[in-house]
């Protein structure tokens, strides 16, 4: 299971964030049995119901199961699991997968500079409307589970437009993955999406490794696990959507990605509740 811990004393900014999914979802679960926390200020009745009591202002947010598996405290912190939020970079915002986005990835996605160096079982040619039945049926309900973390990336000065993806995913030797439209290739936003969700990936869902299959030829992902800290560990052959090609595991562990980050005097990312616009 995911989580996100979020101090006590910042419950009260939360709440907008809570109430900003509420307006934007249009289909909820609404679970009626389930149990009170311990604390005064945060009470859960099942999923994905959520009380934050704020004195005398009771505040009742419905969430989807998306969002919220189930919320405990445990000592000063409130520790919300299954949780996939909103990140941000200098230049992106990282906006958790939704079923409304299949239709800018079916029109961006099937390009074969995107595709070539993905794994086979990417099919190619691209059948018409898989990118709407890929999310349906397979990654909504992955995320769901808390199994895997998927966002869209867009830029901050158009929101509004997808531009790619980036995912997290529990598997021995392939913890991540990620594609951008090619409109964007070479800027290094994509260098900057690694870095948000290698953050998560560490301090959210407390993993102690993150490793990334790569093809030898794919110099442009190489590239981004050579600039965020990354190494390789094994060597191998893969099928990829353009054939067998030699391929690379490439690894961090949570250690050196902080010892990483201290080297480049990049602070400690705030995982918290900020709605995107």
């Known amino acids: 299971m995911s989580r996100i811990i979020l101090p006590l004393n910042e419950c009260e900014q939360d709440i907008s964030y809570f109430r900003n999914l509420h307006r934007e979802q ?55 699991r299954g949780v996939i939020v909103p990140l941000e970079t200098k230049r992106l915002f990282l906006r958790p997968l939704q079923l409304a986005d299949a239709a800018e990835t079916e029109r961006l996605f099937p390009q074969w500079e995107i595709v070539k160096f993905l794994n086979a079982v990417v099919p190619w040619p691209w059948p018409k409307g898989l990118a709407l039945r890929q ?32 995912s997290l995913h529990q598997n021995e030797f392939d913890n991540r993955g990620y594609w951008l439209g090619l409109p964007w290739q070479g800027q290094g936003l994509m260098t900057e999406a690694v870095a ?12 102690k490794v993150l490793r990334a299959p790569k093809a030898v030829a794919n110099i442009a992902s190489r590239r981004i696990s050579e600039k965020t800290g990354m190494h390789v ?32 005097g990049r602070p400690g990312r705030r995982f918290g509740s900020k709605p995107l616009p």
Do not use: Q
């Open 135 to 166: 999310y349906r049926d397979v990654v909504l309900p992955a995320m769901e589970r808390g199994e895997e973390w998927h966002w869209s990336l867009r830029l901050k000065e158009s929101p509004e437009r997808l531009i790619g993806k980036i």
């Open 196 to 207: 948000a969700i290698n953050d998560y990936w560490f301090d959210v869902l407390g993993f």
């Open 233 to 264: 560990i094994a060597t191998l052959e893969r099928d990829y959507v353009s054939g067998r090609l030699p391929a690379e595991i490439w690894e961090i562990t949570a250690e050196e990605w902080r010892n990483w980050k201290r080297k480049e």
């Open 26 to 80: 249009r289909k909820f679960v609404i679970y009626e049995s389930g149990f009170v926390l311990n604390h005064p200020k945060i009470a859960l009745f099942g999923s994905p119901t959520i009380l934050i009591f704020m004195e005398r202002l009771v505040v009742r947010i419905t969430l989807p199961r998306l969002y919220l598996h189930s919320v405990r405290c445990r000592g000063t912190l409130a520790i919300v």
